[in-house]
């Protein structure tokens, strides 16, 4: 059995903490797309980790975690993350297996992103320069490096081809000196990272997943980003790079669809977005930056500072059609009471306004010690997108949760 477990927003829906919730009654945890731009934050006794290619459940002990063949990677980032793992004791090597059809990001990858970018001057999407698009194009292209070809022999050669093409496309962009030298530099950190992710669990991740299923093994799939950037469905072009919704955990993971039990579906309980693209209920106003600094609403990726806006119910009942939710979960609630008063938009298009409350809610642990005017928002959500909440997230701390 396979349940699913998506943002249905823009990203940054506080999807990493949900599944670390969630993950003790898995027996894997698997990302099933996208790569190190995806920033899932877990704040445990304190302590905060922000994985960007590691799956949630890294810190439960039983877990076993996979990176899937839909993700891209990049070699320096995922080592990275493998070392402050490990200095928090954490025995990430003995619970990590990567898909070894998942495709490598590359220097030469990220600098493309760079000048793709800005080439698009005032049109330019909000990419993290991270060398998720360029990875995926020649994902498409038939020309990329997979995680197996790390052992081959000729793995040096191959990439000088590769690169080459990619070095025709920077020249035509006016690459300068200064770029070409640190493209070098930043080659011999990928290598270096390359030559340490050889001694990581390198598998066939359809067959393990498949077999484990076959077994009664559970598995949580792990999406990253949100639905509203889905490269198809999403608020194209200002979308990221693969396919976010529900359905591609199938192609990410190799899994047929009549595996996929549970969709759970995270949301805030107003709205975030980085990056250039549309955002209807946005506030660029003060409000808006009251949200963003009780919030923190800074991208755990970049730093970049989040627009911030009202919850829309449209969108989020068109994400919860999408991708077949049957469970739900809020997030962020506890921002809320840094306004007198807040809105959200309805299906219909209507604002509707509510008032808050001055209660903390990361002490409560009950759903009926919730304050009146939050359980009232609660109750508007779900009359509204005809689903109910399950899952409550009260603060950002692994224990401040109430699941109803």
Known sequence: MIDVLIGLQWGDEGKGKIVDMYAPNYDMVARFQGGPNAGHTLVIDGKKYILHTIPSGIIHPNTLNIVGTGTVIDPVTLMKEVDFLKAEHIAVEE???????AILI?????????????SKGEQKIGSTLRGIGPAYQDKYARIALRIGDIFNADFDKQYQA????????LKSYGI????????QADEINCFEAIERMRKLRVDVIEDLINDGLSKGSKILAEGAQGSLLDITFGSYPFVTSSNTISASACI???VAPQKIDRVIGVFKAYMTRVGSGPFPSELDNEI????RVKGFEFGATTGRKRRCGWLDLNLLKRTIIQNGVTDLVITKSDVLNCLPEFSALSTDGQLHSFPSWTEELSTITQ????????KSYISFIENDIQLGVNVISTGPQRSEI???
């Not at 300068?176 to 493209?183: F, Y």
């Open 402 to 404: 109430i699941i109803r």
């Open 106 to 118: 590359m220097p030469s990858h990220k600098m493309l992103d760079e000048y793709f970018e800005k």
């Open 288 to 291: 808006g930056e009251t949200l």
């Open 95 to 101: 619970r990590l297996i990567i898909s070894d059809k």
């Open 176 to 183: 300068n000196e200064a770029d070409l030298e640190k493209l």
């Open 367 to 374: 759903y009926d010690a919730l304050p009146e005017n939050f």
């Open 162 to 169: 590769l690169k080459a093409q990619h070095l025709i496309i």
């Open 252 to 254: 990410g993971l190799g």
